[in-house]
Structure formats: C-alpha cells, structure tokens
C-alpha cells in the first residue's frame, strides 16, 4: 500500500513476490527512514492458521513509525494485511508435521518519495514479505555463545534503540563481525551511557534464572526493543511460579553471578528463536559458562510452555493467539 498525505493510505493489493522499483533518490536509501516488525504464521493440527499477539506488533510498529516520522498504520489495516497475504500463501504455511517451522512475516513500511533532502517524506510503501522458515536450530537446540563488545554501543536515551528500524541493525553489524571473529555467535549490547547495563542482543531480550528460581530481565529503559516474547515470558514464568524481576542487571554481576553459581541459566528470547539459551559469556580477558553449556531446566519449560501455546497443543487462556485462515 501507498501514502501519501493528500489520499492517506491506498492501492493495497497483493502481487507476485518480485524486485520493487525505487528511483536511485528514493529517501530511504540515503536516510534510511524505514521501520518493520518480525512475526510468524504458525499451523494448528486441525490446519487453521494462526499468528501471536498480532495487536502488540501492530502497536509496536506504530511506535517505530512515530520515532521515524512516518506515518501511523491502524493496528486493522496491519492485522488485515497479514490475513489476506496469509489467505493467498496459505499452501506455504508448513504442517505439523514439520515439527515447530512456520510462515515468516516481515511487514514494513519505508520513505518511497525521490528527493535528495533531510525532511519527512511524502510518499510512503507499506509492504509484508512471507517466507516459510524451519526451525531456527535445525540440529535442535544449541546453547548459543555471546561477546561482550568494548567498543561498540547499539543505542543511546533518546536514540531509535526502542523503535524496530533498520538503522539500529546496520549500527549492529560491525559488532556482529567482531562476535564472530571472537568465535562467539551473538554480541550483548551494554548501555550507552555508562557501558555498564546490560539491554539486549542483537535481535533478542535476555533473561536470567537464579539459583533459587527467581527470574530477572533488564527493565524497558527506553534504549531496548520492547519484545513481545519478552512480554509475554514475564507473564508466563509467573504463572510457572518464577518471581520475575524487571530492573536493571550490570555486565558485572552477570559474571559474577555465574561464577558464585547466583545465576543457574541464561537465555534470550524473541520471535525467531523463541527461547534460546545462552550458553557462553566471553569478553577481552575472559569467560564464564553458563549451566555447564548445557540447555536448563527452567529454560526448556519456558520454551516449551510458550511453543505449545503458539502451535495450538494447550488451551490459549490468555487470548493471545489470533486465527488468520
Ligand atoms: N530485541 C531486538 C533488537 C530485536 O530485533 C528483537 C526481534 N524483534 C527482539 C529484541 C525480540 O522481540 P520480539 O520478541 O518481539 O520478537
């Protein structure tokens, strides 16, 4: 769909997957003035189709919209245009007999007007992408391992760091390299300010179980996404009779709770990976192993309680799971 300001939003349709056509001084490609959200299609074993907490994205992707000086969408329209692309895609949603894979959804909306010029633009193209996605550990699930970067920050208090917009994932890569080039699968981005709190990975929240069954997560500080597992984990540990904490957690007292044994598990959570745990903390001069890398107790039931909910094999009590097809 299109907007501009005269018509609002029109001319939604749904074509064949193909190369969009931008003119070379399309806004977004020099401001980067483009936001998305990232969502899943999941099959039920009756064959209904379903997807989670849609109205979360849709006021998520508001939020970004509002951050990035673009135009809102109404939650409708965004749960409407995932219903109709997922009506017509609908063979590709996979079975349940393809274990815990899925129809990825990727809608986003971006700055189409051609001028060369810092200003809001005037023309705009909201687009969904699907995509069917296997499991995101194919060889089951992997503790993954994370580096603590020294040098790079992925957002500051007043920055986008709350917003899903492209910019904060280019601002990441290069700390990706240097994960990787540190034989680590993931980096841990600390605050801005202080280089001290730990927020988020790059494309996950993270959560902490200690030895006593108590579960802290960093506190939404205006710098972190705002996950809807996130969100959604801390509602359901509660009901697992985890305490949950939401407050800040330094890099210190990550490794030091691990060293004294404090902190038995760590995982990290989003819509992709669902619930992965963290398995390896590693900086320049160190590291410390969480539960022997080995995937925890605590962090299989949460990952297991939270899946069953999303493919349909236990009764939805939070009304969280909205039917598309
Ligand atoms: N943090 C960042 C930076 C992310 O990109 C994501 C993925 N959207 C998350 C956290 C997890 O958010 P959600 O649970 O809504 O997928």
Request: glycine share 10%; proline share 5%.
């Amino acid at each position: 769909a299109t907007w501009t300001p005269g018509d609002g939003w029109h001319d939604a349709r749904v074509t064949a997957y193909g190369p969009l056509t931008l003119e070379p001084s399309a806004a977004v490609l020099h401001y980067a003035q483009e936001i998305f959200e990232g969502m899943k299609a999941y099959r039920h074993a009756d064959g209904s189709v379903w997807t989670f907490r849609p109205e979360q994205n849709a006021a998520r992707f508001v939020r970004s919209a509002r951050r990035l000086a673009l135009p809102a969408l109404p939650t409708e329209a965004f749960v409407e245009s995932l219903r109709v692309l997922v009506d017509v895609d609908q063979a590709w949603v996979p079975g349940t007999e393809h274990g815990e894979a899925s129809l990825y959804l990727r809608p986003f909306m971006f700055a189409s007007e051609a001028f060369l010029g810092v200003r809001p633009a005037a023309k705009v193209t909201y687009s969904v992408i699907a995509s069917p996605a296997g499991p995101y550990f194919s060889g089951g699930l992997k503790p993954v391992s994370i580096w603590v970067s020294s040098e790079y920050v992925r957002a500051a208090p007043g920055g986008t760091g709350a917003a899903k917009c492209g910019g904060n994932y280019a601002a990441s890569l290069a700390a990706q390299v240097e994960a990787s080039e540190h034989q680590c699968d993931q980096v841990v981005f600390l605050d801005g300010l202080e280089h001290k709190w730990v927020e988020e990975l790059g494309g996950m929240n993270l959560f902490f179980v200690r030895r006593d069954g108590s579960i802290v997560t960093p506190e939404l500080t205006g710098t972190i996404l705002e996950g809807i597992t996130r969100d959604s984990i801390v509602e359901l540990a509660k009901e697992l009779g985890h305490d949950v904490t939401e407050r800040r957690i330094s890099i210190d007292e990550w490794r030091e709770g691990v060293a004294s044994g404090d902190i038995a598990e760590v995982f990290a959570c989003g819509t992709a990976a669902v619930v992965t745990p963290v398995g390896r903390l590693a900086w320049d001069g160190g590291e410390v192993v969480m539960n022997g890398g080995e995937v925890g107790a605590v962090t299989e039931r949460i990952r297991s309680t939270l899946l069953d909910i999303q493919y349909g094999r236990t009764e939805d009590t939070h009304g969280w799971m909205h039917r598309l097809v």
